[in-house]
Nanobody, 118 residues
Framework: QGQIEESGGGWVQPGGSLKLSCGAT????????VGWFRQAPGKERELITC????????SYKDSVKGRFTISKDIAKNTVYLQMNNLEPEDTALYYC???????????WGRGAQVIVSS
C-alpha cells in the first residue's frame, strides 16, 4: 500500500528558507501529478504549486511565484518544495498529494508545519 510523508518543516524568520520533501513508498511518484498544498489556521486548503509527470510542466500560485520552486528526484521517489524569502503569510501546514486537485488525489501525507515568525 502506498504512502506519502512530508518532511523539512520548521520555524524560520521572515526572509529565510526551508526545503520540504515529499517522499513516497509503495508506488512510483513520477507516474502522478504532485501538488503541494497548504492550509493556514482558519483558512481553506489551497494549491500552491503542482508538477506534472513531464517535469517541464509546473504551475505556481501567484503569491509564491519567484520564491517557491517545485522539483523532483525520480531516483529518490521524492518531490521537493524549495521555499525562499518566506513571509509570515506563508505560515501553514503544508501537504503534498498525488494530484493538482485535492479531491482527485489517491495519496496524500499528514503535512509538515511551517512557521514564519520573528
Amino acid at each position: 500500500q502506498g504512502q506519502i510523508e512530508e518532511s523539512g518543516g520548521g520555524w524560520v524568520q521572515p526572509g529565510g528558507s526551508l526545503k520540504l520533501s515529499c517522499g513516497a513508498t509503495g508506488f512510483i511518484l513520477d507516474y502522478y501529478q504532485v501538488g503541494w498544498f497548504r492550509q493556514a489556521p482558519g483558512k481553506e486548503r489551497e494549491l500552491i504549486t503542482c508538477i506534472w509527470s513531464i517535469e517541464e510542466d509546473k504551475s505556481y500560485k501567484d503569491s509564491v511565484k519567484g520564491r517557491f520552486t517545485i522539483s523532483k528526484d525520480i531516483a529518490k521517489n521524492t518531490v521537493y518544495l524549495q521555499m525562499n524569502n518566506l513571509e509570515p503569510e506563508d505560515t501553514a501546514l503544508y501537504y503534498c498529494a498525488t494530484a493538482c486537485l485535492w479531491t482527485q488525489a489517491l495519496y496524500w501525507g499528514r503535512g509538515a508545519q511551517v512557521i514564519v515568525s520573528s
